[in-house]
């Protein structure tokens, strides 16, 4: 299964087709430009501080936590998130991106005087779950400003996507088309046998990624 199809899977696991930065990047060009890792550490230092990155990774692993599968660290999401900004999302998304971490880290230190990353998991997921709550509501108000729109130009307008929803999209789409996230997390055979339209699944069986 190659990154074509893992993207296609993964956007029926997030219910929404996945934003255009990162379909270019899965579909085009982030292997080619990410074959030297010397190159690779230098654009993402770059870009990213300490802090996000630090930021990042313990985003991605709240998302998806280490349980009896993987969690996202260990599938090595925190990086592929550096290498999507750095080498496939525009400045002006990034600069949103960023704009979202640091949004965050001030909301932290409002409830609970302190930085993100040096807050209680509890209190981590509460602040996530706030950021998840403000992407909904601002992804509902852009499709009813669509909705009432006149004109054909106005309904297709590209909306600029929440950072929440960014960061979730990115964090599932790099753990499901990982190794890890691709055999472990889910029911990988390498080889598939004969094609079964309707099998019943049982208790705790994984979801299929063949």
Known sequence: MDRREAMLRVAALMGSAVSAPLLS?????????TSNNQDTDTKTTTVVSDKHKAMIE?????????????????AKVPEYVLIMLADCYPQQEQQRFFKGLDTLDERAKQAYG????????????????????????????????????????????????????????????????????????T????????????????????????
């Not at 990047?25 to 430009?33: A, E, I, P, T, V």
Request: aromatic letters at 8%; a negative charge.
């Open 114 to 185: 302190t930085e993100f990353v040096d807050c209680k998991p509890d209190q981590q997921v509460a602040l996530l779950q706030k950021e998840e709550e403000l992407a909904m509501a601002e992804q509902k108000e852009q499709r009813k400003i669509k909705a009432q729109a006149k004109t054909r130009e106005e309904r297709e307008k590209q909306d600029d996507p929440p950072f929440f929803s960014m960061m979730k999209e990115m964090t599932i789409v790099g753990y499901f088309t990982s190794e890890a996230g691709a055999t472990k997390a």
């Open 25 to 33: 990047g899965l579909m085009y060009s982030c292997q080619s430009k």
């Open 187 to 210: 029911a990988y055979v390498q080889v598939p046998g004969r094609f079964e339209a309707c099998t019943d699944l049982q208790p705790g069986q994984k979801v299929w990624a063949t």
């Open 58 to 74: 313990e985003i991605t692993e709240l998302i998806i936590p280490k349980t009896s599968t993987p969690g996202a660290k260990e």
